[in-house]
């Protein structure tokens, strides 16, 4: 049976092993190219595998997978116990998904380097379709569907009451980093004191996920409450560059570790008589409501530092709100109450389809931007997608005076450069004069 083993000094853990020469091989494989958090799960993923399975990797086959698979999927507490979030007894499927894909990385590693006895991968990628040509192009069907929910987030008096919950401007201001700036768990902990940048409320976010570094704006009141952490909490003698110390006890001084932060949470949602506030959550909650204000996908992946606009859980459409705990207010989104959706509509978390006129326009934009010295990244360019997709320049020349005005700033900056470049003729009566004099014009 395995046993895993961790080794560690200073505080960080250098070597993972579970006792059998190829399983240790592939977790010194995964420590070169994945984080600690990674090659933990991958460590643990592994050793329940083949606690459960209870043969060599080399003799594993299909059938074992797929016994595997059952013994997950099995009741943990009892037939009649299940979780209301999916109505599964056993566990949850995107933990069974994960468990797969650490062994499918395993056989993948061991048939790539020609392991004895390993001839091919037991775990299928995917079933064979149903009927011939169904599904063309996407593999089958999988093994494990994970479900596609709407995130858990907290509605706002419930953050009101978090915060008001939490005892020091420590603790105030690593919750309104993630609550207001979209962190993960780990990078709070992982921001030090040359990342903040005040002046332009910005986070320098240097260890994001799958080693991405990213900026994110965060607003005032995470940097006042950060102030005064620093100003009257945070101990002098601290010789950490982490922002995040630990503030009484032996470790005093120390930077704050993962466990400290959820016993902090963990105390304040008790204190606020929350059933459920957890990090993660926080998370979600900050994507869900600037979503909800309105701001496009492309922004909301660049501020989450995900990789693509499907990574995550899927998000409400804009003036969509959610209440507390995932549930979307009005029950009917833009259809109505009552209403049903329609068949093969596009989902109310997607992006409008891409035009190649709009991208011709998108492109002219960020370009003249970018010659001119000015920021032109993600929530910039979508601000401008969205203004040519939705609306256009024929469209803007076609609105009434009484609409353009309470357009919004970042919009008739858009509007400017059509009319600097040319490619919007203004009528007398059209509201553009504030915003041509921001841009660079010849005269």
């Known amino acids: 049976m395995p046993c895993l083993v961790r080794s560690a000094a200073d505080g960080e853990i250098e070597k993972i092993t579970l006792g059998h020469p190829l399983l240790d091989d592939y977790l010194v494989f995964v420590s070169a190219r994945a984080r600690t958090n990674t090659w933990l799960a991958v460590a643990y993923d592994l050793k329940v595998f083949f606690e459960v399975v209870g ?75 149903r009927r011939p040509g169904a599904r063309r192009g996407r593999g089958g069907m999988p093994l494990i569907r994970a479900p596609r929910t709407l995130p858990r987030v907290l509605a706002p008096a419930e953050v009101d009451a978090l915060r008001a919950a939490l005892r020091t401007h420590r603790d105030r201001a690593m919750v309104d980093a993630m609550v207001l700036g979209g962190l993960r768990r780990c990078q709070v902990l992982g921001l030090r004191l040359e990342d903040l940048s005040a002046g332009e409320r910005r986070l320098f976010v240097a260890e994001g996920k799958g080693g991405c570094q990213r900026v994110v704006p965060v607003s005032a009141r995470f940097f006042a409450a950060v102030g005064a952490y620093l100003e009257s909490e945070r101990p002098a003698a601290a010789a950490t560059r982490q922002v995040f110390v630990v503030l009484k006890g032996a470790r005093r001084g120390e930077p704050l570790s993962a466990a400290g932060l959820d016993e902090i949470l963990d105390g304040a949602r008790g204190r606020a008589g929350l059933e459920r506030a957890t990090c993660h959550q926080l998370r979600h909650t900050c994507f869900t409501r600037l979503r909800e204000a309105g701001m496009a996908l492309e922004a909301i992946q660049a501020q989450a530092g995900h990789a693509s606009i499907e990574a995550g859980p899927p998000l409400p459409a804009p003036g969509q709100r959610l209440a507390g705990g995932g549930v979307p207010a009005g029950g009917g989104g833009n259809r109505g109450a009552g209403r049903p959706a329609r068949r093969g509509s596009r ?3 997607g992006s409008p389809a891409r035009r190649p006129a709009v991208e011709d326009l998108v492109d002219a934009y960020r370009n003249d931007l970018q010659a001119a010295g000015m920021f032109a990244g993600h929530p910039v360019i979508s601000v401008a997608r969205m203004f040519f997709t939705r609306v256009g320049p024929k469209g803007w020349a076609r609105l009434p005076l009484a609409a353009q005005c309470p357009l919004p700033l970042k919009d008739r900056r858009v509007v400017g450069w ?26």
């Open 55 to 129: 043969k060599e990797p080399a003799v594993v086959t299909a059938a074992d997978v797929f016994a595997f698979l059952s013994a997950q999927r099995a009741p943990r507490r009892g037939e009649r116990v299940v979780r209301l979030e999916d109505g599964e007894a056993g566990l949850a499927a995107r933990t069974i998904a994960r468990r797969l894909s650490s062994v499918r990385g395993l056989y993948g590693y061991l048939c790539a380097r020609a392991a004895p006895g390993v001839r091919r991968n037991p775990v299928p990628a995917s079933l064979a379709a």
């Open 347 to 349: 989902p109310v978390s």
């Open 418 to 443: 059509l009319i600097v470049t040319g490619r919007l003729r203004p009528e007398a009566e059209e509201d553009v004069g504030p915003t041509v004099g921001e841009l660079p014009v010849e005269a």
